[in-house]
């Protein structure tokens, strides 16, 4: 099996975390869009959709942060003479 191949089992802990990001602002999200003013509630999409632009933004960086990671490690190792 190559090492370029994607294996769920090696990411679990990363899409777990994307998976309980990903309900937190869906959580955030709904709060935002039901907002109680001191004698009437208002509903605006506009506010649930920058909750979820921003945690969408969150992930999409701290995806592309893990990515140029795992590039450099397998870089620097593939240099590396074999034992």
Known sequence: MSDSKFRWRDHKLVIGILLALAVWGGVFAAAAYRVQ???????DLRRSLIVLACVALFASFWLIMLWTRRG?????NSH????
């Open 80 to 83: 590396d003479p074999p034992p």
């Open 72 to 76: 450099r490690k397998s870089r620097f």
């Open 37 to 43: 003013h001191v004698d009437h509630m208002t509903y």
